[in-house]
Structures are given as structure tokens and as C-alpha cells.
């Protein structure tokens, strides 16, 4: 069994400044960049982002756990993606109700301080294991800002995913330090006996609730990491298997009471949620992911280390070792099994690659002590590849980081006309971001098409196609314009599925055809030319947000509504309309 020492943490603290400081590079640009102009959005390293932060303000602003920000915060029949994992959004809405700030407020602050958080826990693990606080301040480094290194998928020239993947809001981010916290008490719990064993295995059972209510993709693997563990303790360390069995029993008895409300939370999912989340039904092995391949070179370390006698097989910091190296492969085979896998890019970028490297780490201080006896070198190396990855996702992100800026007094101006002229109608955005962040910095109003539009399963493909026809029509996009739009990832994401344009969503990509666009435009040109009184009427309009100085064809936006003289506020015009095609409808009826 361990000692119980004191921790020096200093040293996590001075590790943990150092990536709160590098991750928060896009953050202090768009300030500075902004300068006097700023309204207080935060800066967005990553595109789902908007999606999660949209559903935490309808959450602020009195919203059922079921409901649709994009749909203005309409109750939905069924459960979504963001009401299963709910606990991330009810803890940040609580905290900006108790303080009374806005969700981009909460977002910009949550950043740092779980940047932080992550730096303790990850410290706190590796000094616990490696008894080495300094190994360990270096280790922070290395593993949350080099994350990147051990995740390919991030290394994708046109891929904007956030690069500290750890810190994507509102998940990962959340959950992220309690899933090392899980493992710090796994390890107290298999090394400590009697009460204290016990109380830390309650912990880590209260933890592992967290997380299954949080992510998926962390629990799984904390689910996975402890089966694996638990399995080398009872084989390697015979003298501890009753103190194991006991810590392992009370963590699976309390996830199996939380998993029963889950799954059957699961089970009233949308039926469309598979479909756009790209489950896939297979049973074909994943095996050669870079995080697998690093879990097998550590394992041959191992190995060799043991054969050489530089490690011993059977100490609790090898077997932890051995069980994170194993882990990456059980995870992204489990599908041999299950035949189901879904998304499992998430598991390497957003979990595996963070793991692998804590192990790598420890495999180094139990025998190079390379991160002791060189400890300048992978400082200096963390810090560039932080900065630089910093410099990276500020640089792709910037422009719509500004855009989101400037256009916070455009949905202030919508949010203060509705006080004072009700409407129940869909907004329409002519810029996909501005539908796409609206959700976050206003009181929810439902919008005609959004890039999220099919993200909580309340339309259907088919639905949401039209939605995005309609759109197109009032724009006065024609059929040659909706060909070219249509070689973009947007508008092809759109009508397609997202899983037909990103390749890293599933095992075998299946990219658009020509053939399949041509018949979406030709689909379009029946469309427009049938357009009618009914299809006006199925998502009725109250305004048109279009950007200052640009020509439009406004001859089919005219037909069916009746526009105002517009509001100019920043670099777009407001146009509050009124439906024409009831009149229409009327006088037809005549």
C-alpha cells in the first residue's frame, strides 16, 4: 500500500498558469483586435461550440431540459444528444443565473478556469503515481498542450477542430479534470485499505456518474480504463484481490443505478439523432488509429523495461501504465462486439490521446527521468507547439470571431423590437454563422434554417432540406448559384449529412457524387417553380437579417411578404415583414 505525502504544488500551480495563459492566445487576440468595439463574445476555437453554448442559454433563460434553441427553445417529444449529457449545462446555467451574466460571458470565463482545474488534476495523477511533483509540472505541459501530437486526426491541414480539444466548451471541458480525478481514485482505492479504500471508491463511483451524465466518450473510457485495471490488479497482485474486487464492485454498483435511467433516456431519442451523429453499424476492427499504435509502443517499452529490469511488472504504477496502453484498442474495437460505433475520432482526439500521453510520462519517470534530467527541452517544446497551435486556431477562427463580435447589437435590436412588436415568426439570417450563433446571445427565436438546424433531432432530413430550399428562395438563389454553393462543405453538410462531407466522422467515408448534386439542384428548380401559398405558411417569417451593401433579388423574398423600410445596425439590415400569401390565399378563396 502507498504512503500518504505531501504534494508540493506549487509546481502544478506555476504548470497550470503556463496553459491557462497559452490557451487563452484566442481569446486575449479578439480583445485586443477589437479594442474599443468589443461587445463580450467569446472566442470560438471550435464549431460545435456554438451548438453547446446555444442550448446552455435556453437553459439560462428558463428552457425545459428537452428543448430546441435553434427552434427558439421549442419542448421537444424526444430526448437529444444535449439532454442526455445535461449536467455540464445545468452547472454553467446555474452559475450564470446566480451572477446574472450571459452565456458568452460564462464561456469566456469558463476557459481558463477549467484550463486550470485540468492542469491540477493532471498533476495531481501524475505526482500521486510518479511521487516526482516536478516530472509532473512538466507533464502538465506535455500532455494538455501537445495533445495534438498524439491525435492525427488534428493534424489535417483544413481541419478546424479545436486544437486543446481538453478545453472545448462545454465538452470535454467540464468533465475533463473529473476523469482524471476518476483515476486518482481508482488508484487510492486499489492502494488503500479498509475505510479509506472505501470512501475513495465512493468517489470514484459519484465521479463516474458525473461523467455519464457529461460525455460519452470520457466514461466509456473510464469504464474501459477501470475493467482493464481491475484485471491486471487481480492477476498481478494477488495479495490485494479482495481490497480490488471490493473498490471495483461499489464503482460498478452505483454506475449500474445511474445507467438505468440513461438508457432509457437513450432509448427516447430521436430516431433522425443516429442518423445525423453518424452511428454506424459495423463490426469491423479500427486498428491502426495513432493512439493505438503509441498504446502498443508503450506497451513494448514496458516490456523491454521489464525484461531489463528497469521495471517491475507488478508494481501499481507499471499496471497503470499497462492498463492506459491497452485502453485505446479495447475502445475503438468495442465494436467487434457491439456493432455500433459512433464517431470514433471523438475518442481519440477528446480522450485517448490525453491518456497515452500520461502514461508516457510515467513510463519516463519510473525509468528514463529524461522530463527531470532535461526538463528545459520538453518545456521549451510544449511551449511552441501551445503557441503555435494558439496561433493556429486563432488565425482559421478570427474572422468569425469578429463577425459573431459585431453582430451582438444586431440581436439585441431583433430581441428590443420583439418587446415591443410580439412576433412568433422564424428569423432569417443571410450569413450562416449569425443563424448559427444566434441562440447564444439571445432569448431564443425560432430561425428558418441553421447550420445546427438538425443537431437535437427535431426535423427531419427532409424537413430540414426544405427549410434550407426556402431559404435559398428568399435569397433569390437560382439554380446555377445553388450548383456553385454546393462545391463548398456548408451547404453540402446541409443536405447531405455532415458525415458525408467530413471524412473523420466514419470508418468508411462516403463522399458526395456529382450526380447526387445535380439531382438536389434539379430537386431545387421544381421547388422554386412550385412554390406556393402553403409552402410560405409552413414556417411564416417575422424577419429578414441581410447584409448592408450587398444586391439581392428581393422579387420572390416580395411575393409572399411585405417588407419595412429595414433597420441598419452594424453591417446588416433588419427587415421586420409581414405575410402577404394570407391576402393571396384570401383573394384566391374569392
Not at 209 to 226: D, E, G, N, P
Not at 368 to 393: C, E, H, N
Request: charged share 15%; hydrophobic share 45%; proline share 4%.
Amino acid at each position: 500500500m502507498t504512503n500518504k505525502r505531501r504534494i508540493r504544488w506549487k509546481f502544478g500551480i506555476l504548470a497550470g498558469l503556463a496553459v491557462v495563459l497559452v490557451t487563452m492566445i484566442p481569446q486575449l487576440s479578439l480583445w485586443i483586435e477589437r479594442g474599443g468595439e468589443g461587445r463580450g463574445a467569446y472566442a470560438i476555437v471550435d464549431p460545435d461550440e456554438l451548438a453547446y453554448s446555444g442550448y446552455i442559454n435556453s437553459i439560462v433563460n428558463g428552457k425545459s431540459r428537452r428543448n430546441d434553441p435553434f427552434l427558439g427553445g421549442a419542448t421537444t417529444s424526444h430526448e437529444t444528444y444535449f439532454s442526455i449529457q445535461f449536467i455540464p449545462a445545468y452547472a454553467l446555467g446555474f452559475v450564470a443565473r446566480l451572477f446574472g451574466l450571459s452565456t458568452g460571458t460564462v464561456f469566456t470565463l469558463f476557459a481558463p478556469l477549467f484550463a486550470f482545474l485540468s492542469s491540477l488534476a493532471v498533476f495531481w495523477l501524475l505526482s500521486t503515481i510518479t511521487g516526482d511533483e516536478k516530472v509532473a509540472a512538466v507533464g502538465v505541459l506535455l500532455v494538455l498542450l501537445c495533445g495534438v501530437l498524439a491525435s492525427t486526426n488534428l493534424l489535417i491541414e483544413d481541419n478546424h477542430y479545436a486544437v486543446f480539444s481538453f478545453l472545448r466548451r462545454s465538452v470535454p471541458a467540464f468533465p475533463f479534470p473529473l476523469f482524471f480525478l476518476f483515476c486518482i481514485c481508482i488508484w487510492q482505492a486499489f492502494n488503500r485499505s479498509g475505510s479509506a479504500s472505501l470512501a475513495w471508491s465512493s468517489t470514484a463511483g459519484a465521479i463516474l456518474v458525473t461523467l455519464i451524465y457529461s460525455y460519452f466518450y470520457l466514461w466509456t473510457t473510464a469504464v474501459v480504463l477501470l475493467s482493464i485495471l481491475t484485471l491486471l490488479w487481480f492477476i498481478y497482485r494477488k495479495e490485494d484481490r479482495p481490497n480490488v474486487l471490493k473498490s471495483a464492485a461499489i464503482i460498478g454498483a452505483v454506475a449500474l443505478v445511474a445507467l438505468v435511467p440513461y438508457f432509457q433516456m437513450l432509448s427516447q431519442r430521436s430516431r433522425t439523432t443516429d442518423h445525423y451523429m453518424a452511428l454506424v453499424r459495423t463490426h469491423a476492427p479500427d486498428l491502426f488509429r495513432f493512439t493505438e499504435i503509441l498504446g502498443a509502443l508503450i506497451l513494448f517499452a514496458v516490456v523491454f523495461g521489464v525484461r531489463r529490469g528497469r521495471l517491475e511488472l507488478r508494481s501499481p504504477a507499471t499496471l497503470f501504465v499497462i492498463a492506459c496502453a491497452i485502453t485505446p484498442l479495447v475502445v475503438l474495437n468495442q465494436q467487434v462486439l457491439t456493432g455500433r460505433s459512433l464517431q470514433p475520432f471523438h475518442f481519440d482526439q477528446f480522450a485517448l490521446s490525453y491518456m497515452v500521453l500520461v502514461a508516457a510520462v510515467i513510463v519516463d519517470a519510473l525509468w528514463w527521468r529524461l522530463l527531470t534530467r532535461r526538463a528545459l527541452l520538453p518545456i521549451a517544446l510544449s511551449l511552441v507547439v501551445g503557441v503555435s497551435l494558439a496561433a493556429k486556431t486563432t488565425k482559421v477562427n478570427s474572422p468569425q470571431n469578429h463577425t459573431t463580435d459585431a453582430a451582438l447589437p444586431v440581436f439585441a435590436a431583433i430581441q428590443d423590437d420583439m418587446k415591443h412588436n410580439p412576433a412568433t415568426g422564424s428569423v432569417l439570417f443571410d450569413r450562416t454563422l449569425l443563424a448559427a450563433v444566434a441562440p447564444t446571445y439571445t432569448s431564443s427565436f425560432p430561425l428558418l434554417w441553421s447550420p445546427y438546424g438538425f443537431t437535437y433531432g427535431s426535423v427531419t432530413q427532409q424537413e430540414d432540406n426544405e427549410r434550407l430550399f426556402q431559404y435559398f428562395y428568399y435569397l433569390g438563389v437560382n439554380e446555377k448559384r445553388l450548383e456553385d454553393l454546393l462545391k463548398g462543405n456548408l451547404y453540402r453538410a446541409g443536405l447531405f449529412g455532415l458525415h458525408r462531407v467530413n471524412p473523420t466522422l466514419t470508418a468508411k467515408f462516403d463522399p458526395v457524387r456529382q450526380d447526387e448534386i445535380q439531382a438536389q439542384v434539379k430537386r431545387y428548380s421544381e421547388y422554386r417553380q412550385q412554390f406556393s401559398a402553403e409552402h410560405a405558411g409552413r414556417w411564416p417569417l417575422s424577419y429578414v437579417v441581410l447584409t448592408a451593401n450587398r444586391n439581392y433579388d428581393f422579387s420572390y423574398l416580395d411575393r409572399w411578404y411585405e417588407r419595412d423600410g429595414g433597420q441598419r445596425v452594424g453591417d446588416s439590415v433588419i427587415y421586420r415583414v409581414q405575410p402577404r400569401f394570407n391576402r393571396l390565399e384570401t383573394k384566391a378563396k374569392d
